[in-house]
């Protein structure tokens, strides 16, 4: 048994703190992605979060400049950038689209000249490259304590609007006409969001914490036929791909003789994988015909010869 | 104001939409238990029609009263009901929806609750399939368990959009049949509209013929007259009665009628 453990978990896996520290970051940053994210993937949201995902590493980047805690740089401006989309006020999808594409712009400029400060002032590119795409082995113990309430505020606020923002997710009339404040709810759910896509960001990087929203719920809604069991397969997938990816980040040292492929690289890949083996599953099982309603062919080809 | 039996009650009221003129003075209440068929042509104003009782539009002119209660004690079934495969949602999650939707938290299982979206399920004959995803419903399937989400509160009134297009005859007939038992049992009134009055002509109490932004309002054989809707339309029209159907046709050679029939494909669809 121990042999078999020490086969597939390279030594010194569960004395490390930094492994720790990362499995319980990315852990609750996976939770709340994963539950958060069946909400954005139904309502047709994912650009939208892909979109606070970028501006809130303004907020990265501005943290890393002032040299506090990026956690609350990513949560500053990716609020700020959830409020200020929901509050334009959009007669059609494809302005709201327009609305987004124009503050992810706006914000990854503004990323850009951050990071450039960040390189001359301090003269490493270390920063560019963690807030984009993370470094969860290097994330300070010290920041637990924050991210662990954000993911509690996050999974509070999921399960106070838990009714009101699925029946206005499927349709906003049905909704309004219950009473539902159908444009406070959408406000609400984008700000949990934001939520979410910060605690992401600082475990895979703000780019990639798409990958940790979506990507699991798009599973999970490929699975499940009631919601409450989408939210709750989203979340264990999204902690096992959080978990495997940081195993086979740490095994991967060995492998490649002490340089390692970054956790949030084996992450994705892990969910990529997950993707694509259940939508093939899917696919194929509806690629097979009824048996009753199966022709012939062989047979009529047999008459036809004969 | 409202008198005692009248559950809705819309006076001389107008409607514009982005500043252009959409319904003109229409004029009619509903009764406790009534059914009202809301027929006109596509653009001829029912979906704003009902928005407005809704309160999602207000009236430029003239007032929309409902008994006490108000929007809440209001049952609502959209025409555009798109609905994504994916959803994670089976037919009784919708219908449960209907009843505490609005409320905050998650609702925790209870008996009580169960046993009356499984009441209504049974109501509206969706139970086979109460626990299929609503994506992978047809189209009559999907009409039921929405008219099951909209009379689980048990409003007074009932409003659906379209219910019948894109059926065949026979979910149509059973829908009908359906909506006309369900308000008798529950003493809703029912404010349906379509574009074809014909599937409705034994259940309707009352219409209200929508044309040109105005209503011609009242019992059927009161409006759906020659002369009422010649008036309604502004040229001559004839009301024909033939097997048991009605066909609204413009008279042949009438210049502005032939234009008016091309918006009008329900009124082209009923001449051979
Ligand atoms: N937002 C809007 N601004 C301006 N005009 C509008 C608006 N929405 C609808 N209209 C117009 O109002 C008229 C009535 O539209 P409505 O949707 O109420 O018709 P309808 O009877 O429900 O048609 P259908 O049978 O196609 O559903 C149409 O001519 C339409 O073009
Ligand atoms: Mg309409």
Redesign the pocket.
């Known amino acids: 048994m121990t042999t078999l453990l020490s086969l597939v978990v390279a030594p010194g896996f569960f004395a490390s703190e930094p492994v720790r520290t990362a499995a319980v970051i990315g852990g609750a940053a996976a939770i709340v992605s994963g539950v958060v994210g069946v909400f954005t993937v139904i309502r047709g949201q994912s650009f939208a979060g892909h979109a606070l995902a970028d501006v809130s590493s303004a907020g990265g980047a501005g943290a890393f400049l002032l040299g506090i805690n990026p956690l609350s740089g990513f949560l500053l401006m990716g609020v700020l950038a959830a409020t200020s989309m929901e509050l334009v006020r959009v007669d059609r999808p494809s302005e709201r689209d327009l609305v987004t594409g124009i503050v992810t712009g706006a914000g990854l400029g503004v990323a850009a000249l951050l990071l450039y400060l960040n390189v001359t002032t301090s003269s490493t590119t270390g920063a560019a490259v963690t807030i984009m795409f993370g470094s969860m082995f290097t994330i300070s113990a010290s920041i637990v304590p924050l991210a662990i309430a954000v993911g509690l505020a996050a999974l509070s606020a999921m399960g106070v609007l838990y009714r009101p923002l699925l029946l206005s997710s499927l349709d906003p009339n049905l909704a309004a006409v219950q009473g539902v404040p159908v444009r406070l709810i959408g406000l609400l759910h984008l700000i949990v969001v934001a939520l979410a896509v910060a605690l992401s960001a600082i475990t895979v990087g703000a780019i990639l914490s798409t990958a940790l929203l979506i990507g699991p719920a798009a599973i999970a809604l490929n699975l499940a036929k009631r919601p409450s069991v989408a939210i709750f397969l989203a979340a264990v997938i999204g902690v096992a791909a959080t978990w495997g990816g940081i195993l086979l980040a740490y095994d991967s040292y060995e492998w490649t003789g002490g340089h390692g492929w970054p956790v949030s690289f084996c992450i994705v890949a892990l969910i990529f994988a997950a993707y694509v083996v259940v939508a093939e599953i899917r696919l194929g099982s509806r690629r097979q015909p009824e048996p009753g309603l199966k022709p012939r062919p062989r047979e009529g080809r047999a008459t036809t010869a004969g | 104001m409202l008198t005692r039996s009248e559950v809705l009650a819309v006076r001389q009221a107008s409607v514009s ?2 500043g ?1 003129p ?1 319904l003109k003075d229409i004029d009619f209440a509903l009764n406790a238990g009534e059914f009202c068929g809301l027929i ?10 009902l928005r407005t009782v809704l309160g999602f539009v207000m009236p430029t002119s003239g007032s929309v009263t409902m008994e006490a209660g108000g929007r809440a004690s209001i049952g609502y079934v959209p ?1 555009k009901f798109i609905l994504d495969p994916y959803m994670p949602m089976r037919a009784r999650d919708l219908v449960a929806l209907g009843l505490d939707g609005n409320r905050l938290g998650v609702p925790l299982p209870s008996r009580g609750r169960r046993r009356k979206v499984d009441e209504m399920l049974e109501a509206v004959e969706a139970t086979p399939f109460a626990d299929q995803r609503i994506g992978s419903l047809s189209g009559g399937q999907q009409q039921r368990v929405l008219i099951a989400h909209a009379l689980i509160r048990r409003p007074r009134l009932l409003l659906l ?2 219910p019948l297009a894109n059926l065949d005859i026979r979910s149509v007939a059973g829908i009908v049949a359906l909506l006309r038992r369900v308000s008798r049992e529950l003493q809703t009134t029912v404010l349906l ?1 379509a ?1 074809d009055m014909n599937p409705l002509l034994s259940v309707m109490d009352r219409i209200v013929y ?1 044309a040109h932004g105005r209503a011609a309002t009242g019992a059927i054989d009161a409006v759906v007259r020659t002369e009422v809707l010649s008036r309604l339309y502004g040229y001559h029209i004839d009301v024909v009665r033939v097997h048991g159907r009605v066909l609204v046709v413009a008279a042949e050679g009438e210049g502005d009628a032939q234009t008016a029939i091309q918006r009008d494909p329900v009124h082209v669809a009923q001449v051979p």
């Open positions: 939409l982005s252009h959409i006109g042509a596509n653009g001829s104003g029912k979906t704003t029609l025409q959009d379209e509209s574009h929508l």
